[in-house]
């Protein structure tokens, strides 16, 4: 068993946690493939999801985590030790042993034996955004709290926080669902893709015109999406005064590294079709299980992200404040109640700005209409993918849902 063996990190552990875990046999049932144990025994060195992490990271020349070839994998795994121990550390203090041993014993394991780094990934989205709200001094913070009477699915914890200046009494529910798709990402393959909802015609138009072309067509994961919210949906009641239910969707792990969370970001919010916009047209997708439309009355807020490198390292949400040279920030925020998102964007309120961090996106029109992607591809291939992508254009203009 593992806890008969010598614990490997105890000089990475500076809180003793992992080796009280690996002592006690919380770790007993983990592969020895999983990320966590090699990690603890310095054997990194790969990462499943490198290529995406490594398009969302900044370009900042002071990352400890970068060198000449590559990436220093030993820098990587000592540091997301030495941080997740403290995490799991404070996690204990907040919410108790009992609930973070279950946590770490049967869902941080991702599988146990038959080990899935996704599960694993997932279950790292959860500490990040877990840990974000526990340093913002809650007064109560409540593992899987039973929040919805007619469902016995919880969200991952609720928080209750007294505002300074207003001394405003509120509670926040927080839900956080992880996208994981393809890792074979083909670097030198050029790729096309409409991010808004295309009817049948424009979805056969768009992949034939593709086809024409050899570009690679993909198409948005809508219905994941979608599973996302009415999950989510069916954790939360409608909240009450000064009541905030909060859905984070990391959308790291795209099939492009490129697309990041304007995939989904998109989906949710164009002013043609949005999901979140036009509830309407979400209701009539050809999906098994539409858009439960009783998310517009439950979810106060989602918040679309993509995950750096770096913010695996340190399990820290507050990275994604770091500028992307393209997306700016890596993250957006829709507020679903009219009223908040305008008393917020005039700072009539700033109780959601205060819990979060963030302004609700202003949604004001500037949206990709086509996923685009040409690295690697030669000269003769821009052109006939700019030529195809003008075509496509048309395509999505004329043909949306």
């Known amino acids: 068993m593992r806890h008969d063996k010598p614990f490997p990190a105890s000089e990475w552990d500076l809180f003793s946690t992992f080796e009280n875990m690996w002592n006690a046999g919380w770790l007993d049932s983990y592969s020895d493939e999983h990320f966590l144990i090699r990690a603890l025994e310095n054997r990194i060195q790969d990462i499943q999801w490198k290529d995406q992490f490594l398009n969302n990271n900044s370009d900042s020349i002071y990352s400890p985590i970068y060198r000449p070839g590559g990436i220093d994998y030993s820098s990587l795994s000592r540091n997301f030790v030495i941080n997740l121990s403290g995490i799991f550390k404070g996690m204990i203090n907040m919410f108790g042993e009992e609930h973070i041993k279950k946590f770490i014993v049967d869902q941080l394991s991702a599988g146990k034996e038959k080990y899935n780094e996704n599960v694993f990934f997932q279950a790292l989205s959860e500490i990040e955004i877990l840990r974000f709200y ?20 919880n969200p991952e914890a609720s928080f209750e926080y007294i505002l300074p200046h207003s001394q405003k009494h509120i509670k926040v529910n927080v839900e956080v669902k992880t996208a994981n798709f393809n ?26 015109t ?65 999901l979140l916009l036009y509830p309407d047209k979400a209701t009539k997708l050809n999906m098994k299980k539409p858009l439960n439309t009783d998310a517009l009355k ?72 086509l996923g685009y992607y040409r690295r690697g591809a030669s000269n003769n291939e821009k052109l006939i ?13 004329n043909e949306c849902f």
């Not at 001094?137 to 699915?153: D, L």
């Open 134 to 153: 526990g340093s913002r001094n809650p007064v109560n913070s409540v593992y899987e709290p039973p929040v919805t009477a007619e469902s016995k699915r």
């Open 183 to 208: 890792t074979s990402f083909d670097d030198n393959h050029s790729f096309l893709m409409p991010t808004i909802l295309l009817n049948d015609k424009g979805r056969e138009d768009f992949a034939n």
């Open 210 to 274: 593709c086809k024409a072309n050899k570009i690679k067509t993909l198409m948005p994961r809508v219905s994941k999406l979608v599973d996302f919210i009415n999950s989510a949906t069916e954790k939360f009641n409608e909240p009450e005064p000064d009541e905030y239910n909060l859905l984070y969707v990391n959308w790291s792990y795209s099939d492009y590294p490129i697309c990041g969370f304007i995939e989904a970001w998109n989906l949710l919010t164009n002013d043609q079709n949005g």
């Open 298 to 369: 439950r979810i106060t807020a989602i918040i679309v992200y993509t995950s750096s490198l770096e913010q695996l390292m340190f399990s820290d949400f507050s990275y994604s404040w770091q500028r992307h040279p393209m997306f700016k920030h890596r993250f957006r925020m829709h507020v679903i109640n009219d009223r908040l998102r305008e008393d917020e964007l005039a700072d009539r309120s700033r109780s959601l700005f205060q819990i979060t961090g963030m302004n609700p996106d202003r949604n004001e029109g500037n949206f990709y209409i």
């Open 385 to 397: 993918l700019d030529d195809t992508a003008t075509q496509l254009t048309d395509i999505i203009k």
